[in-house]
């Protein structure tokens, strides 16, 4: 275990629901993000929050909505997605401040939108 | 787009056999690093190499940078079938966040 935890870690939702995912840790990290990984596709960083701030959207479309209520926790709500939005999302989160500090990753939720 | 390209997308190897895995990188980086991630599952940080580097061991893994021809290779000496996994590079460029490739999936068979 990496100290960062995801639930749920499958989550199946129709394209009408709407869904949150959460990411917790207590590694005591300050900078929190949100990845997308499809098949075949380089891991796609969706969201970054620095000390509860958002920092990064890389142009991720409107229905996916980060919050970051504390440096602990990041939760990312879901509503009308699309089947393409199907894949597994990764929660990762570091020391802010420093590139040589290593990512450590969440186990991941893999999602289908029917 | 700053993404790390591995190569080969796909490895196969008996075990005890060492496999290498490649990375290439299109910009000047501070760091480069390497992360695993077994079926499913978050990905693991393995080894981190500065762009002062040229070398760097950990274990059973070997990583090499080559600033110049802005790539990188990741060696696993004596494989073993718990290797099995993908193994991604991730390079850190301008403010506080990592850009990845695609991977190469590695599988040891026993």
């Known amino acids: 275990e990496t100290g960062v935890t995801q639930t749920p870690r499958h989550l199946v939702m129709g394209m009408t629901n709407k869904k949150s995912l959460k990411c917790e840790q207590h590694?005591?990290?300050?900078?929190m993000y949100w990845y997308k990984q499809s098949a075949k596709k380089p891991l796609e960083l969706m969201f970054v929050?620095?000390?509860?701030?958002?920092?990064e959207n890389n142009s991720v479309p409107s229905r996916f909505s980060p919050e970051c209520p504390n440096s602990s926790h990041l939760f990312l709500h879901l509503h009308t997605l699309q089947p393409e939005d199907s894949a597994l999302y990764l929660c990762?989160?570091?020391?802010?401040?420093?590139?040589?500090?290593?990512?450590?990753f969440g186990p991941g939720t893999r999602l289908t939108v029917l | 787009s700053q993404q790390g390209e591995e190569d080969p997308q796909a490895l196969s190897i008996q075990e005890g056999e060492n496999a290498t895995m490649n990375c290439s990188y299109k910009?000047?980086?501070?760091?480069l690093q390497w992360y695993r991630q077994n079926s499913g599952r978050g990905l693991v940080h393995l080894i981190l190499i500065r762009s002062n580097e040229r070398e760097k061991h950990s274990g059973r893994l070997r990583v090499t940078l080559d600033t110049s021809k802005k790539s990188s290779s990741l060696l696993i000496t004596a494989s073993r079938a718990a290797d099995t996994a993908s193994y991604f590079c991730a390079t850190w460029v301008e403010g506080n966040q990592f850009y990845f490739g695609t991977g190469t999936s590695l599988t040891v068979i026993p």
């Open positions: 910009t000047s980086i501070n760091n």
């Open positions: 590694l005591g990290h300050n900078a």
């Open positions: 990762a989160s570091k020391l802010a401040g420093g590139s040589y500090n290593e990512q450590f």
């Open positions: 929050y620095n000390f509860k701030e958002q920092t």
